[in-house]
């Protein structure tokens, strides 16, 4: 039997799925996914597959995956997802489907405690802050018996934690093959364990990376498949152009130098000025984060993460242009002197040697910022705590064509993805997610990928929107561009989550939104105990979503969670305890962003119009993601608010309106305030949201 008549047969009213699972439902989208995505593991080629929450789309594609028998690769773009494919979905389906398949998980270097580096965490001097002490004596009493080394197994450790730089290891400082506890280093078993195994979950960064690592001639880290599945792929293109441009920051010197500090002390004291040398480097690097000033700052984007600087000419924009070469000279040369005195004695242990070849990786990528950028290119200073340097290219098209979608014989690599010769058909490409677009072709996506010849389906989502949720735009509110529209959003939460008691969640476009709105609800409910306010960046993300999912039990207060960036998609609350989702404004590109203006530049060039093709598509995609937070199960009432009449009174906005899911619409205050009073009686059998 053909693997395409295998596939539906598993979601068949009668099939594998139901006989496992009394909960099961057919659905006619997910079976027409799974058909589409065995076609293409069958026949080879590329599927773009957009399927609306509630599809069930992690089955329909691991379904055909394993029936298949051939080695898949799952990408995803949180640590998130593949934590639950792994220790959930691939056990599950593999033992419902009775195949012996083995699986392995592989994430980036950041999430494997690295052995050597913990021996030498205490010689840092952040080792001596009593908080550090306590957390690295946790992680030091895991370390000695952790199978994996995966620092997802430490609960509570805070992903900001200063502790975890120091414990684990990056492309640059690895010592490799010659590091003492490399037999038992854990991501070399992981990269083991995948290259046995049948499916690889990895995310998008290591993919990336990989293909970044591959052509500077590092050891291949991924192993060679012919099926690769990309899961959440909305999120590859702003991925790949981290990796598949240049970058260097203070921060990346400030790390050389502490590590050369540790190093030259331990292994060749009164062999040079370890200190005055590690100084040097790190004074050099403070002076150029210090050369961009705050004249500088004002003229900067707010972007989450700090401020982007424009980068046209030879020196960056508001930057003094004999500051900016004094201080690149500067930390050039010191470079230069480090570099002479670990050559001198780099053979006496791998840490000297592993910090020579740093420090010219450094250099050189230094370097590569004092000539022009490339072609179609874009570069800019991310200004914020540390200082990076960014040169990228617009989108991954490119690459995507040449370097990874490519067969072997089309690559200048000749080596990026070695065929798999059992296999009669060409390699396999499946890319899905909830949201790729706005139009039937899918053009956001696959024009920014380089996949316009790709095979496209759209799936739509089995929930009843008219039924589960309404919209309502709020026409009273300022326009968005008048100052007291993030203090009238504010108000107008306030005076609309209590009767909820809370389950709300306000959505920000920026991060000056984020703490206006956030700040306003505070001082309304403070020391009230009525609702208790979360805002993002307070604490860690797993910690917010999981006190706002408790919402009001146990005897505490309900949750009102304001939030940005990452908590537009992949916050998954189902139920009650999230019922009134509230996006402030609509999320076109900030204008002042380098990449987003390079991008607007390279439409205008050739003649196309810039708003029509570029910020309305990436707008709605972007709504249509933060819609997507408020109806994840078939029991699921809410309602959606948008903060900005622009979406009623503009001729656009109908354009926006059509991305988002068929929602009833509320016309009036009286209308929304009965639909609001409707959700607060409790129903488990009627979804209606009158």
């Known amino acids: 039997m053909s693997l ?10 009668d099939g594998v799925l139901a006989r496992a699972d009394g909960h099961f439902q057919p659905r006619d989208g997910q079976t027409q996914m799974a058909v589409a995505v065995a076609q293409t593991i069958a026949e080879g080629g590329a599927l773009v597959v957009e399927a609306g929450t509630g599809v069930g789309k992690t089955y329909a594609y691991l379904v055909p995956a394993l029936l298949s028998g051939e080695r898949v690769l799952l990408s995803t773009a949180t640590k998130a997802l593949q934590d639950q494919l792994f220790a959930r979905d691939l056990p599950r389906l593999a033992q419902i489907l009775g195949l012996p398949v083995r699986m392995a998980l592989l994430k980036g270097r950041a999430s494997y405690l690295c052995l050597y580096r913990v021996e030498q965490a205490r010689q840092d001097a952040q080792a001596l802050d009593l908080g550090v002490a306590r957390v690295l004596a946790k992680v030091e009493d895991w370390s000695h018996h952790t199978v994996s080394g995966d620092l997802a197994e430490l609960t509570g450790l805070d992903e900001r934690s200063p502790v975890i730089p120091l414990v684990t290891s990056t492309r640059e400082n690895c010592l490799g093959s010659p590091c003492p506890r490399f037999r038992e280093c854990h ?15 990895i995310n998008h960064h290591l993919f990336f990376a990989d293909v970044a690592v591959r052509e500077s001639g590092m050891a291949e880290l991924l192993p060679t498949v012919r099926v690769v599945v990309f899961d959440e792929a909305h999120q590859i293109n702003e991925t790949g152009v981290q990796f598949l441009g240049t970058q260097v920051s203070t921060g990346q010197w400030m790390d050389f130098a502490r590590d050369l500090l540790i190093a030259g002390l331990q292994h060749a004291r009164g062999l040079a000025d370890w200190t005055g040398l590690a100084q040097l480097v790190e004074l050099s690097a403070r002076d150029l984060r210090l050369a961009v000033g705050a004249t500088a700052l004002m003229g900067g984007s707010g972007v ?3 401020s982007r600087l424009r980068w046209t000419d030879e020196t960056p924009e508001g930057v003094s242009g004999a500051a ?3 201080a690149l000279r500067s930390l050039a040369s010191a470079c230069t002197q480090t570099l002479e005195a670990l050559d001198a004695v780099s053979e006496i242990a791998p840490d000297l040697e592993r910090l020579y070849e740093r420090g010219s990786a450094l250099l050189a990528r230094l370097a590569r910022f004092s000539g022009p950028c490339q072609a179609d290119g874009v570069r800019w200073l991310d200004v914020g705590t540390q200082l990076r340097l960014i040169e990228s290219p617009l989108d991954i098209a490119d690459a995507m064509r040449t370097r990874i979608l490519a067969s072997p014989a089309e690559t200048s690599q000749g080596d990026a993805w070695p065929e798999d010769t059992s296999a009669s058909a060409g390699r396999a490409w499946i890319f899905t997610s909830a949201t ?3 139009d039937e072709a ?14 496209t389906l759209r799936v739509a989502s089995p929930f009843d929107y008219a039924r589960q949720a309404a919209l309502y735009v709020p026409r009273q509110l300022p326009s968005p561009v008048d100052p007291s529209h993030s203090r009238a959003v504010a108000d107008w939460v306030a005076s609309t989550a209590e009767p909820l008691e809370g389950r709300t969640l306000v959505l920000t476009t920026t991060l000056k939104a984020l703490r206006s709105i956030g ?4 001082a309304r409910w403070q020391g009230s105990g009525t609702l208790e306010v979360l805002v993002q960046g307070e604490w860690p993300k797993r910690r917010l979503m999981e006190r706002f999912r408790e919402g009001a039990s146990h005897g505490r207060p309900g949750c009102v969670l304001v939030a940005s960036a990452s908590f537009w998609e992949g916050f998954d609350v189902p139920g009650d305890a999230l019922q009134l989702v509230v996006i402030d404004k609509l999320p076109f590109p900030p204008p002042g962003d380098p990449l987003v203006e390079a991008r607007t530049q390279r439409i205008e060039r050739a ?6 093709s570029y910020a309305l598509p990436e707008a709605a995609v972007a709504l249509k993601q933060g819609a997507g937070r408020l109806i994840r199960h078939e029991t699921d009432r809410g309602i959606l608010v948008v903060g900005d009449t622009r979406l009623v009174t503009m001729g656009y906005g109908k354009r926006l309106l059509a991305a988002l899911p068929p929602m009833r619409r509320l016309e009036s205050p009286e209308e929304f305030e009965a639909a609001l009073l409707a959700l607060t009686r409790p129903s488990t059998t009627d979804p209606t949201c009158p």
């Open 442 to 455: 899918l053009t956001w996506f696959t024009e920014r990928t380089g996949l316009q010849d790709a095979r």
């Open 304 to 306: 989450s993460g700090g």
């Open 436 to 438: 790729l677009g706005d």
């Open 607 to 612: 003649g196309g119009k810039a708003f029509k």
């Open 519 to 522: 700040d306003a609800l505070k």
């Open 4 to 13: 395409m008549a295998m596939a539906p047969e598993v979601f068949a009213p």
């Open 324 to 326: 900016w070469q004094a």
């Open 187 to 201: 991501v070399h078993r992981a990269r083991r364990e995948a290259l046995a195994a049948d499916i690889v979950v």
